[in-house]
């Protein structure tokens, strides 16, 4: 099923020159398996991402964290 809005980009692409169209198939095309490699690795490293998130308040808790000194990076 295609969305109304979907309909309508792909209908005013077809009025466009073909190399128009082929650059618009490609970077439609890169964009989402940018996005399907994005959403893998986000699905991959949610415990790691947890796992720091806990070691961040333990040290914080624990009084060994610091504030960022942006000027000091």
């Known amino acids: 099923?295609?969305?109304?809005?979907?309909?309508?980009?792909?209908?005013e692409a077809t009025r466009l020159p073909e190399p128009e169209q082929d650059?618009?198939?490609?970077?439609l095309l890169?964009?989402?398996?940018?996005?399907?490699r994005w959403e893998a690795a986000f699905a991959g490293s949610a415990?790691?991402?947890a796992g720091l998130a806990?070691?961040?308040?333990?040290?914080?808790?624990?009084?060994?964290?610091?504030?960022?000194d942006p000027s000091a990076l």
Do not use: I, N
């Open 1 to 11: 099923m295609t969305t109304k809005l979907l309909e309508q980009a792909f209908s």
């Open 54 to 68: 806990d070691e961040a308040l333990d040290e914080a808790r624990e009084g060994r964290a610091r504030d960022l």
């Open 30 to 36: 890169h964009e989402l398996a940018v996005e399907r």
């Open 23 to 27: 650059a618009l198939g490609a970077w």
């Open 47 to 49: 415990d790691a991402l």
